[in-house]
C-alpha cells in the first residue's frame, strides 16, 4: 500500500529565517506530487505540483519554492520566511484511475508552521 | 466569486440527526471529491464522484452535473463525525488541479 510521510509535525520559526518542509511517498513509482497550504480559516490552495524530477509548477507567485531532488521526495522551502507564511501545509500524491482526467488524490499528515 | 462554494460554513447537530452539506462549482470539471479533515489537520478522502451517487457506511454523497451541484449526506450522525468537510473539484482544464471549497466546520453534540 501507498504511504506519505511529512515531516516536522510543528515547525515554530521567527521571520527571516529559513525553511525545509520534507515530503516523501511510498508504495509507488513516479507519483505526481503536490504542496498545498491552508491559512488560518482558509481553504486549501495548491503551492506547487511535480510531474517528475526535477519538474515543478508553480502555481502562485509567492516566498516559496520547491524541489523534487527523488522521485518520491518533494521539499519546500524559503530563504526567509513571513508571517504571511503561517499555516498547514499538506503533501499529496495523484493516483489516476485509468478514466480520462479523473484520479484519487491522497493527503500526507500536514505540517503546522507557525512564523513569529 | 469563487470557483466552489460551500454551505453551510458552520453546522451544529445533536447526535441522530440527519446533516446535509452543499457544495456548488461554476467551471467544468471531471470529478469531485469530498474530504474530511479532523482537528489534528489530517485529511481524508471520503468519496470521488464523477456522475451519480455513493455510499459508505452512514455517508451519501450525490452529484448533479447539469446542476454543478453536490451534497454529502450523513444519516444518524454521531459526535465522532465532527470534522471540517471539504468539497475539490477536479477542473477539466489546464493542469487538472483540484480547486476547494473553503469547508464546512460540522460540530455534532451528545
Known amino acids: 500500500s501507498q504511504t506519505i510521510h511529512q515531516w516536522p509535525a510543528t515547525l515554530v520559526q521567527p521571520v527571516g529565517s529559513p525553511l525545509s518542509l520534507e515530503c516523501t511517498v511510498e508504495?509507488?513509482?513516479?507519483?505526481?506530487l503536490y504542496w498545498y497550504r491552508q491559512a488560518a480559516g482558509r481553504g486549501l490552495q495548491l503551492l506547487f505540483y511535480?510531474?517528475?524530477?526535477?519538474?515543478i509548477s508553480s502555481e502562485v507567485p509567492q516566498n516559496l519554492s520547491a524541489s523534487r531532488p527523488q522521485d518520491r521526495q518533494f521539499i519546500l522551502s524559503s530563504k526567509k520566511l513571513l508571517l504571511s507564511d503561517s499555516g498547514f501545509y499538506l503533501c499529496?500524491?495523484?493516483?489516476?484511475?485509468?478514466?480520462?482526467?479523473?484520479?484519487?488524490?491522497?493527503f500526507g499528515p500536514g505540517t503546522r508552521l507557525t512564523v513569529t | 466569486k469563487n470557483e466552489v462554494e460551500q454551505s453551510p460554513q458552520n453546522l451544529t447537530a445533536q447526535e441522530g440527526e440527519f446533516i446535509t452539506i452543499n457544495c456548488s462549482y461554476s467551471?467544468?470539471?471531471?470529478?469531485l471529491h469530498w474530504l474530511q479533515q479532523h482537528p489534528g489537520g489530517g485529511i481524508v478522502s471520503l468519496f470521488m464522484?464523477?456522475?451519480g451517487k455513493k455510499k459508505h457506511g452512514r455517508l451519501i454523497a450525490t452529484i448533479n452535473i447539469q446542476e454543478k451541484h453536490s451534497s454529502l449526506h450523513i444519516t444518524a450522525s454521531h459526535p465522532r463525525d465532527s470534522a471540517v468537510y471539504i468539497c475539490?473539484?477536479?477542473?477539466?482544464?489546464?493542469?487538472?488541479?483540484?480547486?476547494f471549497g473553503q469547508g464546512t466546520r460540522l460540530t455534532i453534540n451528545p
Open positions: 508504495g509507488t513509482s513516479n507519483p505526481n
Open positions: 499529496a500524491w495523484r493516483k489516476n484511475l485509468g478514466l480520462a482526467g479523473v484520479y484519487e488524490q491522497y
Open positions: 511535480s510531474v517528475g524530477i526535477g519538474q
Open positions: 475539490a473539484v477536479l477542473i477539466i482544464q489546464g493542469a487538472q488541479k483540484l480547486v
Open positions: 467551471v467544468g470539471i471531471s470529478a
Open positions: 464522484l464523477s456522475s
